[in-house]
C-alpha cells in the first residue's frame, strides 16, 4: 500500500478554509488518487459516485487556480506534488526511478515546482495575517454611519464596488475605513444615488404628496400654492400645538 505525506498545516491555509465542504474533500481525494507523479486521471463521475457528492469542476478549478495543471482534457497534475512528496528528483535515487519514467511517458519536461521553503511558509504566514487583518477591518465598517454622511450616493453599493475593486488589483490598506471614506469622496456628484419617495402634506389645504426625495435636506414645494410642505407626522404635531 503507498504511502504518502500529508501537509499537517493544511486546514490553517486560507486558500483552503474558503473553499467549501465538497471541494475539500474532492482536494483530499486527489491527493491520495493520484499517480506517484501526482497525475490525476480525469473522471468526475467515478469521483461523485465514491465520495457521494456533487461536483462542479469548473468552480474547482477556479478555487484552486495553480494549484491544479491541467495537461489535457483526461489529466490533471497536482502542481506541487512531486516536490512535497520527493524534493529534488535524482536519477541516481532508486525511488525517484519510477517518477521521471511517468514524467517521460507524459512528455512532461521538468516538473512544476512544489514544497514551500521555510521562508515561503514565513510568507504565506504573513499574507495570512494581512488578509485576517483586512476581513476584520471591512467588517467593522458601518454602512449607515456613513449613508447618513453620504446622502447623496448609494454606499452599500459603492461598498460591492470598492470589495471588487481591491479584489481586481490586489489592493492592501492600512485602514479600510478611511480608504473607503475616500472613494466614497471621489464619487462624481449624483452618482449612485439613493432614491426614495416619501409622502409630504401642503399645510395650507391638507392635500397629500408622494414625491421623490434624494436628499433629506431637499425642500419639496405645494406644487398648487407653492407652500413648503411637510411630513404628515409634522402636520400632526403642527395642529396639536395650535389647540393648546
Excluded at 478554509?17 to 491520495?32: A, Y
Excluded at 504565506?124 to 476581513?135: L, R
Aim: glycine share 4%.
Amino acid at each position: 500500500m503507498a504511502k504518502r505525506f500529508t501537509d499537517s498545516r493544511l486546514w490553517e491555509k486560507r486558500w483552503f478554509r474558503s473553499m467549501n465542504t465538497e471541494h475539500k474533500l474532492f482536494w483530499v481525494f486527489l491527493i491520495n488518487t493520484c499517480d506517484l507523479a501526482g497525475v490525476w486521471d480525469v473522471d468526475i463521475e467515478l469521483a461523485e459516485f465514491k465520495l457521494g457528492i456533487k461536483i462542479d469542476k469548473d468552480k474547482f478549478l477556479l478555487d484552486l487556480g495553480d494549484k491544479i495543471t491541467i495537461l489535457d482534457e483526461e489529466k490533471w497534475m497536482i502542481t506541487k506534488f512531486i516536490s512535497f512528496q520527493y524534493g529534488t528528483l535524482s536519477e541516481s535515487c532508486n525511488p525517484h526511478k519510477a517518477v521521471l519514467k511517468r514524467l517521460s511517458e507524459l512528455d512532461i519536461k521538468g516538473y512544476p515546482k512544489g514544497i514551500s521553503t521555510l521562508e515561503e511558509q514565513e510568507q504565506d504566514k504573513d499574507q495570512d495575517k494581512e488578509q485576517d487583518k483586512k476581513a476584520n477591518q471591512i467588517s467593522k465598517i458601518d454602512l449607515e454611519v456613513l449613508q447618513s454622511e453620504f446622502p447623496l450616493v448609494d454606499v452599500k453599493l459603492q461598498f460591492e464596488s470598492f470589495k471588487d475593486w481591491m479584489l481586481a488589483t490586489g489592493k492592501v490598506y492600512r485602514n479600510y475605513n478611511a480608504a473607503f471614506r475616500n472613494w466614497l469622496r471621489r464619487s462624481k456628484p449624483g452618482e449612485s444615488v439613493v432614491k426614495s419617495t416619501v409622502k409630504l402634506v401642503c399645510p395650507d389645504h391638507d392635500k397629500s404628496y408622494t414625491v421623490e426625495k434624494t436628499n433629506p435636506l431637499t425642500t419639496k414645494f405645494c406644487p398648487e400654492c407653492r407652500t413648503t410642505m411637510i411630513s404628515e407626522h409634522e402636520l400632526a404635531m403642527r395642529k396639536i400645538d395650535a389647540h393648546n
